[in-house]
């Protein structure tokens, strides 16, 4: 594992970013953005444009967080066997989930200790992404809910006029407009920011699992390396596998 590829997951994410903030500023600069809050009386559109801007930072934070991890088991991968009690001495680097794992499981001699140190690692790496895939559902749904909005507001335009005549189908047709865009925008950015979400996390998801796996794999070599007392002199453990 390489410096660059335990950068993977915060460079892919700043790709996306980037991506982003580029048709962001193009839906600006064509005045979408404007037409779409302008006619959103019910400012529902708005609401999932603040949900999408805190859950995509969340999802930056967690591809460096993920980042920051992999960099911490490729410097683990360069320790000897002698080097390892120091996983569990403080003063060994920053205080890590990484680090806590491997020195749990190269200290018990219990497997259930070791299955619950396997289960809170994989928690740690990806429990916080459940709140972003719930919040990328709570943003489709606000999109239909802004859909259902914009349909009564359509219905009850009409419904407010006991009698037509030539008079009030102009204000008639401007209310029906008014609630159909409502409709129409809602749906469209809440389609579009959960996709975009989705990609984003299924991006985390997909390095963090990367990562879980990889940190196992290590920790079955490793202690098969401890169990055996393969240490070579204390060569260090990438050098060993």
């Known amino acids: 594992m390489s410096t660059q590829y335990t950068y993977t997951a915060f460079l892919y994410w700043l790709l996306l970013a980037g991506l982003i903030v580029f048709f962001l500023f193009l839906s600006w ?8 809050f302008v006619q959103d009386i019910t400012r529902i559109s708005s609401l999932i444009f603040i949900l999408f801007i805190a859950v ?16 911490m088991l490729l ?9 390892l009690k120091l996983l569990s001495d403080d003063a060994f680097e920053s205080r890590s989930v990484i680090k806590d794992f491997l020195s749990k499981v190269l200290n018990s001699h219990s497997e259930p200790d ?4 396997t289960e809170v690692l994989a928690e740690s790496l990806r429990g916080a992404h459940q709140v972003g895939w719930f919040m990328a559902g709570v943003v489709i749904k606000l999109g239909l809910l802004g859909t259902v909005v914009g349909f009564v507001l359509m219905l009850s335009s009409i419904s407010a006029f006991e009698q037509l005549d030539i008079s009030d189908i102009k204000e008639l047709m401007q209310q029906m407009t008014l609630g159909m865009g409502v409709a129409m925008n809602t749906t469209m950015v809440g389609l579009i920011a959960s996709m975009t979400l989705g990609i984003q996390l299924l991006l985390v998801d997909r ?15 490793t202690v098969d390396l401890v169990v055996d007392n393969r240490g070579e002199g204390g060569a260090p453990l990438s050098a060993q596998k």
Not at 56 to 71: D, I, K, N, T
Not at 75 to 83: F, M, Q, R, T, V
């Open 207 to 221: 390095c963090a699992d990367r990562l879980l796996l990889e940190t196992i794999d290590f920790s079955l070599s």
């Open 75 to 83: 410097k683990i991968k360069k320790l000897s066997l002698d080097d």
């Open 56 to 71: 995509s930072v969340h999802c930056g934070y967690r591809s460096w967080f993920v980042a920051s991890q992999s960099l």
């Open 114 to 117: 070791k299955t619950l140190a």
């Open 29 to 36: 600069d064509l005045q979408l953005f404007q037409t779409i």
